[in-house]
């Protein structure tokens, strides 16, 4: 039987896994992208912004040193060198999927695509002698991804108004910032600027930062905010931004004015789809434009797939490289197994804070607002040996569990490494496990993983 062909247009996570996965189980698979394999995650979203919130834990690090007997000093960030960092972490990254690819035989184009029609997908090649292909395709994945939303209201100049994206560094470290919008991207980069030294003011649309998390959980996290004078500015919705060559003033709805050196735009972001020949095959968008798909990530043209951002799903690297992995798999007629759904409710998340945030499955809230009966324990890491020798004894671990059978439903942890040790909890949230399974494993002690066993016991 003849290789499926199958046309991937966007490299970035999901992308990427579903040529990988097609590629080794026979398909025929070519991969166009137009700036860099790896994607926007790689360039302007997860690797840029955890890098730089990464450089600026050092100064957090020289902080608690003070108290350990070995004091460290931090100079002021030199802008030139980071620049530098981050480009450099981008390209390894890249190049080494790129060598990757193509050595499992996937075919890359570096060029723009878009669908002619259901069978054929266009191509405009970056190169110097840019020409347009033509590709036939049994198989099409749309995982061109998303981009900041940029209010009617604003005018991103990347200077004074800023997007996530101009700040890996920035042209210079804000005086003041205030950062636009309260969610996960919003409230990290309050502390990815903070911990660089700017003053910052976070303007929140409603009465708690992360809206969409545990209350308990938002609380920790604004009381580090005010504990490093970040000035919370709550129920404000912005509506519009003067700008001048001094600064910037923020105006909200209710007629409050925030003034600073620059802001900074998170706010959501729209879908990458400007050009895609969405209409030319007749893939059919929501009222935001995201790609509207079913449970094997099909559109409404059963052999054109969406994955990643486009599809509106969860908007996580992790979630869009797993839709790739199932994506490719039904393409190549792997799918008949069991269990091959994505559970979209079992993804774990972080928010690279200081403390970090991480979350998965149900959350204590939730069951509240659904009346489910749910049991719930909680402990704090100031009660954890490695806690203190690391001398951040902050958050603690909060497992929710089924009363009943004593099945993990879910968990969050507020504290250091939470974006680690989130993973116990996720694969017990997966595998259906027990807080008994949990608190009969021998973990290495000490470790911040004590406080999961104790939690589970
Ligand atoms: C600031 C920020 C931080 C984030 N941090 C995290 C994090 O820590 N962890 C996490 O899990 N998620 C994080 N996310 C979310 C994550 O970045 C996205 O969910 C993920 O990148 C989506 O992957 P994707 O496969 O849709 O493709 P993307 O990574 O969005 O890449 C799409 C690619 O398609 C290419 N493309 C677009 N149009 C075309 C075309 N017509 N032809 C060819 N190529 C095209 C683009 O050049 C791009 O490379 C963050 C997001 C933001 C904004």
């Given at each position: ?181 309260s969610g996960v991207?919003?409230v ?16 929140v649309s409603r009465q708690q930062v992360l809206p969409q998390k545990d209350p308990e959980v938002a609380a920790a996290l604004e009381t ?71 449970q ?17 799903r969860l908007q996580l690297?992790s979630v869009?490289?797993m ?16 269990h091959?759904h994505l559970d979209y409710d079992k993804a774990a998340s972080a928010i690279?804070t200081?403390p970090e945030i991480a979350d998965v499955g149900l959350a204590e809230a939730e069951a509240f607002a659904l009346g489910q009966k749910i049991r719930v324990t909680k402990v704090p890491f100031?009660v ?10 902050r958050g603690f671990v909060k497992l929710v569990s089924d009363p009943n059978t004593g099945v993990v439903l879910g968990g969050s942890i507020v504290g250091?490494?939470a974006a680690e040790l989130i993973s116990v909890i996720a694969l017990a949230v997966h595998a259906n496990l027990r807080v008994d399974d949990i608190a009969d494993t ?7 993983s004590?406080v999961i066993a104790a939690a589970a016991d």
């Amino acid at each position: 039987m003849a290789a499926v062909k199958f046309v991937i247009l966007g490299g970035g996570p999901a992308g990427v896994e579903a040529a990988a996965t097609a590629s080794r189980n026979g398909a025929q698979v070519t991969l166009i992208e137009r700036e860099i394999v790896g994607g926007a995650a790689n360039l302007w979203d997860c690797i840029p912004s955890k890098a730089m919130i990464a450089i600026g834990g050092v100064r957090a690090l020289a902080q608690r040193s003070k108290s350990s007997g070995m004091e460290l000093h931090c100079d002021d960030p030199d802008l030139d060198v980071l620049r530098a960092r981050m480009a450099s972490i981008s390209e390894q990254l890249s190049h080494s999927t790129e060598r990757q690819l193509k050595g499992q035989g996937v075919n890359m184009i570096r060029g723009t695509g878009r669908l002619v029609d259901e069978h054929h997908v266009a191509v405009i090649t970056e190169s110097e002698n840019s020409e347009e292909l033509l590709l036939e395709a049994d198989a099409v994945l749309l995982a061109t991804g998303s981009s900041p939303r940029i209010p009617p209201w604003a005018v991103v100049d990347g200077n004074r108004v800023m997007t996530t994206r101009h700040a890996y560094p920035p042209l210079v470290i804000p005086e003041h910032l205030v950062v636009i919008g309260s969610g996960v991207t919003g409230v990290e980069f309050v502390h990815l600027f903070r911990s660089f030294g700017s003053k910052v003011s976070l303007v929140v649309s409603r009465q708690q930062v992360l809206p969409q998390k545990d209350p308990e959980v938002a609380a920790a996290l604004e009381t580090d905010f005010l504990q490093s004078n970040v000035a919370l500015i709550k129920g404000a919705r912005a509506d519009r931004l003067d700008v001048s060559d001094d600064g910037v003033v923020v105006h909200c709805e209710d007629g409050r004015a925030i003034a600073g050196s620059h802001a900074l735009l998170a706010i959501g972001s729209v879908p990458a789809s400007a050009g895609l020949g969405l209409d030319c095959a007749g893939i059919e968008v929501n009222s935001s434009g995201y790609v509207v798909i079913n449970q094997h990530c099909q559109t409404n043209v059963r052999h054109i797939y969406a994955g990643g951002d486009l599809s509106g799903r969860l908007q996580l690297a992790s979630v869009a490289a797993m839709q790739g992995r199932k994506i490719a798999e039904h393409v190549v007629g792997l799918h008949t197994r069991d269990h091959r759904h994505l559970d979209y409710d079992k993804a774990a998340s972080a928010i690279f804070t200081e403390p970090e945030i991480a979350d998965v499955g149900l959350a204590e809230a939730e069951a509240f607002a659904l009346g489910q009966k749910i049991r719930v324990t909680k402990v704090p890491f100031a009660v954890n040996a490695k806690a203190m020798i690391d001398g951040d004894p902050r958050g603690f671990v909060k497992l929710v569990s089924d009363p009943n059978t004593g099945v993990v439903l879910g968990g969050s942890i507020v504290g250091a490494h939470a974006a680690e040790l989130i993973s116990v909890i996720a694969l017990a949230v997966h595998a259906n496990l027990r807080v008994d399974d949990i608190a009969d494993t021998l973990f290495v002690h000490p470790s911040l993983s004590d406080v999961i066993a104790a939690a589970a016991d």
